[in-house]
């Protein structure tokens, strides 16, 4: 995890000024990977009980916009936001419980993958979601769908 002292270089080489609901959401960003608002307002507010939910989705759009963080949205799924930038990297929704993890480019160099018709678009990004059950989900499922002996008395 970055010291407060980074995360003022990091707000300061963005252009943006160092304040302290600024500071505290970028290190909930950073604490809680893939974490939607709600979750990102609760952890601030455990610092600054004050902060308005606007204040903080008026830095996460700050944020967003001077590239500190990545919003993402999972198809069915709420905003989230994550401190892991500038590389194009995907994600693994689990279709059970909703757990996100981060999956490196599939194949290739940025945009990772190519259209097979960009239609005249010069594409700088891909985004791909792969859907599965993570480790915890699948053993349930198959601890669930296993025959069950019955017992004879």
Same mark, same amino acid.
């Given at each position: 995890m970055p010291s407060t002292v980074e995360y003022e270089n990091l707000l300061r080489d963005a252009e943006l000024r160092v304040t302290q609901p600024r500071l505290a959401v970028l290190d909930a960003v950073y604490e809680n990977p893939h974490a939607d608002t709600n979750s990102i307002i609760e952890t601030v507010r455990g610092d600054l009980p004050d902060v308005s939910h606007q204040a903080v989705y008026d830095v996460l759009k700050a944020f967003t916009d001077a590239g500190l963080v990545r919003h993402i949205q999972p198809p069915g799924s709420v905003a989230r936001y994550e401190s892991r930038v500038g590389d194009n990297h995907h994600h693994i929704v689990c279709?059970? %419980? @909703? /757990?996100?993890? =981060? #999956? =490196? %480019? /599939? #194949? @290739?160099? /940025?945009p990772c993958l190519s259209a097979s018709n960009d239609h005249g678009f010069v594409i700088d990004e891909a985004e791909v979601v792969y859907r599965g059950l993570c480790p915890a989900c699948a053993t349930e499922s198959s601890s669930a769908q296993s025959p069950r002996k019955e017992s004879r008395v």
């Open positions: 279709r059970s %419980c @909703g /757990a996100i993890a =981060d #999956v =490196d %480019c /599939a #194949v @290739g160099h /940025a």
